[in-house]
């Protein structure tokens, strides 16, 4: 598995599977489909969980116009069924953060993009089956940026 560059045809399936509380940042992920939606970058993300916090991400994503590009699946049975439709997992959780998710990526050989902790450094080998991004701890604009940067790098993004 390359995870410089998804060989997939777009658009690219973006996923996110994770409790929507505040200790899994979902607002910076909301953040980052914003940013790739200035660019030519065909995707579409789903957000696979349900939890307190998901009125105010329902918000957040039709104040940024993302409705189109990023659909709330909430709690499902077939959590796992879902992420093998993904292309790339994110998982921008803290360290107390929950890895359900990255781990049924990594066994389904599906890369992810995660916060280097130590949960998900048992799940992931830097470069091998995803990336490994520093916490960057309450610095939420360079965790931002770095997860946009890196989720770019993975995709080619459309040239006209």
Not at 1 to 18: D, F, K
Not at 74 to 103: E, M, N, P
Not at 130 to 142: A, K, M, T, V, W
Request: net charge positive; charged share 25%.
């Amino acid at each position: 598995m390359s995870i410089l560059l998804s060989t997939a045809p777009p658009p690219y399936i973006i996923g996110l599977a994770a409790p929507l509380v505040k200790e899994q940042r979902i607002p910076d992920a909301l953040w980052v489909f914003e940013t790739l939606n200035h660019i030519p970058l065909d995707f579409q993300a789903y957000i696979i969980g349900d939890g307190k916090e998901r009125d105010n991400l329902l918000r957040c994503r039709d104040g940024w116009k993302l409705s189109s590009r990023v659909h709330f699946l909430g709690s499902c049975k077939d959590t796992l069924q879902q992420i093998k439709r993904f292309h790339v997992l994110l998982h921008l959780g803290s360290t107390r953060a929950d890895c359900y998710a990255v781990r049924d990526a990594a066994v389904n050989h599906i890369p992810v993009i995660a916060t280097d902790s130590p949960k998900t450094r048992q799940l992931i080998e830097d470069g091998v089956n995803g990336i490994l991004l520093p916490d960057c701890g309450d610095d939420f604009r360079l965790r931002r940026r770095l997860f946009a940067r890196k989720t770019l790098r993975f995709f080619k993004p459309v040239t006209e």
